[in-house]
């Protein structure tokens, strides 16, 4: 008998859903059904897919209330979050369904010099099937990063919604097979914990697309090692803020507060370090601490963000707070006091020890520090020294100083002037290096993420010099393999 698993919501602990335990053997059968579902999806053709796609994202935006209560009851964040979630979530998929042909679809590449007698084609095959794995603090947005790009690639795919958030990885698959009829099998969710993640990496699946901690990626990784199944793996990061002297201190001050408090800083790309040249690091201290003043979590409507869902991510929180003010660092607004479970009212901290774990380690909480530098190059150093490489972002007023920048960062994607400017631009890639994972999801990467190369050649006529036959002459394949080396050698 399949056991069940209550959701409780993070705000007044009441159960919000009952949901399955799927073992191995459930996980199996839902990638059997998958693997069947796939080659029918495969054979459809671009045009088809495309369109299904757009009548699934046009049903979610009909359903966008409906998810979006899902979403703020089992992770309780204010309902137009869950909204603003569901819209950022259109737009992907939007430019996944739109975009598949061009990005993926057969085109002809140039055949170069030795091969002129050949046509050269290049064409993208679907995997087959995807394992999705996902976590809950976007639990839609992040993993329709991978479902949405994925199907457009040609794939069927299986996803394991987080613990915390099943009803929505349940409604996803229920709206795809309203919206898609005739596809059964397409895009299933199975729910569970860990276990049930484990069992989709090992069900032979063709790629397995994890988001979550990168202490789960490595134990994902250890499974998809065992079959050589390859992995996309999206996890946190610690992402730094740069201002520079010329910035606009509002605006930074402005963006440095929702990046590090929004969704109550459960965020993989939230601002979680704030690096100020020293000429301005008071004054932009002070506009933060007047805008957090004026921010406060709870289940009201007028709530600037929520609880944290996770409430064992409490106590990473204090420690990072208590740690960071024993090893010297001072307190501009909120401490250990802004602890009123489930809520975490906004902590500000300055003069943070590179090495405390507030610095270090992701916090995952409404909790940001801002150090001065002597200068951009010092910022730069010090963003670029930790282990996590996802996102960042520089202020300051000369383009051309946010770009220089933007390169010498370590991160997958830079936001000059804004903080994460690239969420919301579909054709963009996302994803990080490091602590923070590999490969990407979004845009064209995304897409190709899902699909495999597959190299063809058409020969159009007998060229006058083979290289891959025995009937030639081989005097004149000398004297064409000399003529190249005598090119090559000088070009
Ligand atoms: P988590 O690592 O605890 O869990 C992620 C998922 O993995 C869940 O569905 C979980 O059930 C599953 N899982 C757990 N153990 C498993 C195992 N042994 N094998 C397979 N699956 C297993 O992460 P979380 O707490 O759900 O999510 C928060 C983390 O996700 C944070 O670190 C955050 O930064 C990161 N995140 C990253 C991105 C990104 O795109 N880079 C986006 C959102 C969240």
Same mark, same amino acid.
């Given at each position: 008998m399949t056991t069940r698993f209550t959701v409780r919501s993070p &705000?007044? !602990?009441? *159960? &919000?859903g009952d949901h399955p335990v799927h073992g191995p053997e459930e996980v199996r059968a839902a990638v059997e059904r998958a693997r069947a579902a796939a080659r029918h999806w495969a054979a459809c053709g671009w045009a088809d897919r495309r369109a299904r796609l757009l009548a699934w994202k046009r049903a979610l935006a009909r359903r966008t209330e409906e998810f979006a209560s899902l979403i703020c009851a089992e992770t309780g964040k204010p309902v137009r979050d869950a909204r603003a979630e569901v819209l950022l979530t259109l737009v992907h998929l939007d430019w996944a369904a739109r975009n598949a042909r061009r990005v993926l679809g057969r085109r002809r590449v140039p055949a170069g010099p030795l091969s002129v007698h050949q046509r050269a084609l290049l064409a993208y095959r679907p995997l087959g099937v995807i394992a999705v794995i996902g976590p809950w603090n976007y639990p839609l947005y992040t993993p329709m990063g991978s479902i949405g790009h994925a199907l457009a690639a040609g794939n069927a795919v299986v996803f394991k919604p987080s613990e915390l958030t099943p009803g929505v990885g349940e409604l996803l698959a229920e709206s795809f097979g309203e919206a898609v009829p005739g596809h059964a099998g397409l895009l299933q969710t199975v729910t569970g914990r860990g276990p049930t993640g484990e069992a989709l990496a090992r069900s032979g699946v063709d790629k397995v697309a994890f988001t979550g901690s990168p202490g789960t990626a490595r134990k994902v990784a250890a499974v998809c090692a065992e079959r050589l199944t390859p992995l996309l793996a999206e996890c946190g990061g610690k992402d730094a803020v740069l201002v520079d002297a010329s910035a606009d201190l509002d605006e930074a001050a402005e963006a440095v507060v929702w990046g590090a408090m929004a969704n109550a800083g459960q965020?993989?790309? !939230? &601002?979680?370090r704030v690096y100020a040249v020293a000429s301005v690091h008071a004054g932009l201290c002070e506009r933060i601490v007047h805008r957090v003043r004026a921010l406060h979590p709870g289940p009201? *409507?007028?709530?600037?963000y929520g609880p944290l869902t996770l409430p064992g991510q409490l106590a990473t929180v204090e420690r990072h707070i208590k740690e960071a003010l024993a090893a010297g660092a001072r307190a501009l607004h909120g401490g250990p006091e802004s602890l009123r479970p489930p809520y975490v009212h906004p902590v500000v901290l300055v003069d943070v020890p590179e090495d405390s774990p507030a610095m270090r380690e992701e916090t995952f909480g409404p909790l940001v520090a801002v150090n001065a530098v002597r200068d951009l190059a010092e910022a730069v150093a010090r963003a670029n020294a930790g282990g996590y490489a996802l996102g960042a972002a520089v202020f300051t007023g000369s383009r051309r100083t946010g770009l220089a920048v933007a390169g010498r960062l370590n991160s997958g994607a830079v936001s000059v002037n804004s903080v994460l400017g690239f969420a919301a631009v579909p054709s963009l890639p996302f994803g990080g290096s490091g602590e923070s994972g590999y490969g990407r999801t979004h845009g064209a990467e995304g897409l190709r993420a899902f699909a495999a190369p597959l190299a063809v050649t058409v020969r159009r006529f007998r060229p006058p &010099?083979?290289?891959?036959?025995?009937? !030639?002459s081989r005097r004149r394949v000398e004297r064409a393999v000399e003529l190249g080396r005598r090119f090559h050698a000088r070009r």
């Open positions: &705000v007044t !602990g009441e *159960p &919000v965020t993989c790309a !939230g &601002v979680e009201d *409507p007028d709530a600037a &010099v083979d290289l891959t036959s025995f009937a !030639g």
